[in-house]
């Protein structure tokens, strides 16, 4: 039985930490419930700068080095901050070369378009640096996916993972109405409606709907790419993602210990505690 799957051969839906701290890794790998780990620069930069602020001196290369055997061997993203295809090969070939030597599981995460200023980058640099990656044996996580189009190009291009951005299409459908939101609010699968008309992203109503289009995507072409449902920021978003099937959810600690959370569940407890018989705590 392999760990991704039940008695039955069914795939179960791998759980990653979408974390760069090493505090909050070690917790995940320790209860049991970590399948891999995802970095990006914004979360590196968070948790670098919270052991700094405690006063510690990091060493960059040893701490990837301590999430990556912390990881024991499960597949860990690191991301490129290059953004044309030459640059991004190149870095994506030093960090694998530099790191999976530690415990065999860096995946390179390259963006599906880096041209967001214009002149660095053109529409293909992504899709052309998975594909010399991937072609190369370098694993890849193709991020910052929005549509089902991107994921088609991605994994056409051979990339391992897929990362639909849900809770990032959320916010852009929240955006739209114009209201003030809290991120880690739930946001409808199904998507909302103003005026009688559902918000949608070309005809995407919801991160989870995201996620959902790439997930039957793969699945009718047989790709071997799996959908890492990302930006996920409560727990029923977590539970809708895990029902349309997505491969893998990866996910910021807060959200896995949220995951455990019921008032029902405190109250049951407080009653069962206060209903011990004596002597039952103590048999032998
Ligand atoms: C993981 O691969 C992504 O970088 C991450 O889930 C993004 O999450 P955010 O939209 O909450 O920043």
């Given at each position: 039985m392999k760990d991704d799957q039940n008695e039955k051969g069914d795939s179960i839906m791998k759980i990653f930490i979408d974390s760069a701290d090493l505090d909050e890794i070690r917790q995940g790998f320790a209860w049991g419930v970590a399948d891999g780990v995802t970095t990006n620069p914004s979360l590196l930069k968070k948790a670098v700068e919270r052991r700094a602020k405690a006063g510690e001196k990091v060493d960059l290369r040893k701490y990837i080095t301590q999430v990556l055997e912390v990881a024991g061997g499960t597949p860990v993203s690191l991301e490129v901050t290059e953004v044309t295809a030459e640059k991004m090969v190149e870095q994506g070939k030093r960090l694998y070369a530099l790191f999976?030597?530690?415990?065999g599981n860096v995946v390179i995460k390259i963006p599906v378009?880096?041209?967001?200023?214009?002149?660095?980058?053109?529409?293909f640099d992504g899709i052309k640096a998975i594909r010399e990656l991937t072609g190369g044996g370098i694993p890849v996580n193709t991020t910052l996916i929005f549509t089902p189009e991107q994921a088609l190009l991605a994994a056409k291009a051979g990339a391992r993972f897929l990362s639909p951005f849900a809770g990032r299409i959320d916010d852009d459908l929240r955006g739209k109405r114009g209201v003030k939101f809290d991120k880690s609010a739930y946001y409808p699968a199904a998507g909302t409606a103003v005026n009688g008309q559902t918000l949608e992203d070309n005809g995407i109503v919801s991160g989870v709907d995201l996620v959902e289009q790439c997930v039957e995507m793969v699945s009718i072409y047989g790709f071997e790419a799996e959908v890492l449902a990302a930006s996920l920021r409560n727990p029923r978003q977590v539970r809708e993602a895990a029902l349309v099937g997505a491969h893998v959810a990866t996910l910021p600690f807060s959200v896995i210990q949220d995951m455990l959370k019921h008032h029902k569940t405190y109250e049951g407890m407080a009653l069962f505690t206060a209903d011990i018989v004596p002597e039952y705590a103590t048999l032998k």
């Open positions: 999976n030597p530690v415990a378009n880096p041209a967001f200023k214009d002149g660095d980058a053109t529409h």
